[in-house]
Nanobody
Framework: VQLQASGGGLVQAGGSLRLSCAASGRTFSGSAMGWFRQAPGKEREFVAAISWSGGSRTYADSVKGRFTISRDNAKNTLYLQMNSLKPEDTAVYYC????????????????WGQGTLVTVSS
């Protein structure tokens, strides 16, 4: 079972990036999925989560209105569209698959991707 995150890179402030997280080895169509990030010297933090059907989405206040999480269950892929990027968005971004179909703050995250680096220059 593997989650492969991709799409990171270097972008100027105000720019956009789209991250992808491809799952292999099993289907995650029945699982809530999420994105997290870890900036240098900081703890990993929650960014966004989506329910199994995509009908429910939750965002951290710091990205609300700028980031959009989505999923394509037919492709077993999770996405994070990031717009209006800021230097403080610089971090390694990780995708994760949850044990439940719906996100809640105490959800157990069973699988993690390897991370993709996003660097936003000012």
């Amino acid at each position: 079972v593997q989650l492969q995150a991709s799409g990171g890179g270097l972008v100027q402030a105000g720019g956009s990036l789209r991250l992808s997280c491809a799952a292999s080895g099993r289907t995650f169509s029945g699982s809530a999925m999420g994105w997290f990030r870890q900036a240098p010297g900081k703890e990993r933090e929650f960014v966004a989560a989506i329910s199994w059907s995509g009908g429910s989405r939750t965002y951290a206040d710091s990205v609300k209105g700028r980031f959009t999480i989505s999923r394509d269950n037919a492709k077993n892929t999770l996405y994070l569209q990031m717009n209006s990027l800021k230097p403080e968005d610089t971090a390694v971004y990780y995708c994760a698959a949850g044990r439940s179909s719906f996100y809640y703050p105490q959800i157990q995250w069973d699988y993690w991707g390897q991370g993709t680096l996003v660097t936003v220059s000012s």
